[in-house]
């Protein structure tokens, strides 16, 4: 439904007054139009894009190569066979998985809560005719993109420039899939036959990453196209998988012998049924590092609930729809993965089974790592499209270098070419716009991320990459937001008030929160307990000393701090003579669909001197944040 015409006429306005800017120093930002929003099926998605296939195989998050069959990248389909060596148990790794589930849920209750409920702004109160009550104005949320930067922003307020520069600092730098695009490479050589090229490994990383970010900067719809149709097929094979996997247990066979449901245990080689509950925790490991290994693990596996978040500005319909689509996301995807575990074989990850079931020993391997590929290119899709939409908000605060260049949109070439060969019969229909530069922002970290690991052999890079990405944007950011809402709940001013006016009442009130912050806070110190020697996660098994993830991870909030410090208190004195980053962020609130949203968005940044007595102490903020709604 398009906008009415007075909210039309005065985002015609805005749009006519950013054109006649001539200082450089303001970017008008435009949200999607009603008709490209994103719905609640592209919501789902990208859950599943996100949670199927990108996930450690044989090394995991906290670098842990696996070697047997295959090494880096598998994703979903070995995952639950590293969980079963890690335990050593097919019934703790049972639980595990099942407790991986309310972890996810958890999390996702908690990012719901805070997603509908911030940011907010004053806005004049509707009733349920979509009338204005004459009541007056009240805060209310307006979604808007950014996930964890809004939360964190609202949450840890002074000084506020700290939090963004800490959050952006974690984001800009690990916040993309540099590591599964060199397991993009590595399963591409395994699937063509290739083994031994390193060099070829990264250059198809560089290939998958760039392909990816020119996706989405030439054609916005085209790049949530197929990202529908990567997380459909990748849905459809896991069923098939799955159905498989319960036919080979029963006896059937496909022309290559039976398989049957039966674990090996790596130490007697003897065979026990999965579900034999006599037996089913009898092997297990008693190494406490391998337990909280393989819980970090599975914690990472079902973080594809953030990615939704991270576009929420471009949602349909948020308010209504929101919720519902990723809870329903987030239940699929625990149910393939749970599923997929419990049919698990013991000697090869279920992909294997299938495929050998169907094609024989010889081509299952090849097959498999085909799959594995593609679905490992459709988690890069998915995650090029989110993060550089953080990046973009994270420009927007002006502590970047080139800050509005990196926050401005533009129209694609798609959109461009489009309208110029079909000229719409709309005199006010918006063309599709993409954050290119924030596009060209990610990719300029991805290739660093990939050269700072080019010393390194390719399943190590993988391993490292993936695993500072999970320690610091998944367990790191997880703890400070889930323990960020609990003071909200319990600490802040508004703890009275914030139950009855947050947008979203999760199940149990406080109960998600608590469960994600405590599980986050064990794995932030969990990671620093030593493996034995005998774990698989042991420095043999991995090539990386077990300490470096969780400390590179841990440094890099301090690097934040760093940057904050020099940002605000050195830069300015030694380059800007003293004077005070400004930022303004205006932003045009619209009834739309009979919810709030923001229609667009003015970002001014300048450098100024306070005037008045000791105006040079007084800029103890150096962002000012206006948001005006007319």
Known sequence: MPLEADDQARVDEAIRESGTDPSGHRVLVLNASDSQKLGPGTVICTILNRTIGSHIPSSQITKRSLRPVHSTGSGIFVTPAIVLRSTGSVGVSLLLWSFGTVIGMSALLVWLELGLSIPKFELPNRDENDTVQDAGTSLQCVPRNGGEKNYLEYIYKHPRMRTTCMFGVIYVILGNLSGNAVAFGIYILQAAGIEGHDSLV????????????????????????????????????????????????????????????????????????????????????????????????ITYTFSGYEQPFYVLGEVYRPKLYFAKSTIAGEGLAALCVVSLDQRLNGELDMATVFFREVFGNELAPRVMSGIIAFSIFGNVVVMTFTASR??????????????????????????????????????????????????????????????????????????????????????IIGFFVAGGLLYLRFLSDERHSWTRTSGFKPWGGPTAAIIHALVCAFLLCAAFIPPSSTSPFAKPNTGVAWYIVPTAGLASVVLGVVYYIGFKYVYPRLLKDGKVLIVDREALIVREHGEYVQALEHVEANWERRSGPGSNEGAKEMQVVEVVTR
């Open 202 to 297: 990264r250059g198809l990383a560089v290939v998958c990453l760039t392909a990816a970010c020119l996706l989405h900067a030439s054609w916005r719809k085209g790049g949530i196209v197929v990202n529908n149709i990567l997380a459909i097929m990748k849905v459809l094979i896991l069923v098939a998988i799955i159905v498989i996997g319960f036919a080979a247990s029963a006896g059937a066979s496909f022309g290559h012998g039976p398989v049957h449901g039966e674990t090996v245990d790596p130490d007697t080689l003897s065979k026990t049924s999965n579900f034999d509950t006599r037996t089913s925790f009898a092997f297990a490991r008693d190494d406490p590092a391998s337990y909280a290994e393989s819980l970090l693990y």
């Open 390 to 475: 953080v990046k973009q908000e994270i420009a927007k605060e002006g502590i970047l270098p080139f800050s509005l260049f990196f926050a401005s949109s533009s129209n694609t070439p798609w959109a461009r070419l489009r309208h110029r060969c079909f000229p719409s019969s709309k005199n006010n229909a918006q063309l599709e716009q993409s954050p290119s530069a924030a596009l060209f922002l990610h990719w300029i970290f991805c290739m660093v991320m990939i050269a700072a690991t080019s010393s390194t052999i390719p399943d190590m890079a993988y391993s490292v990459l993936v695993s500072l990405y999970g320690y610091a944007v998944v367990v």
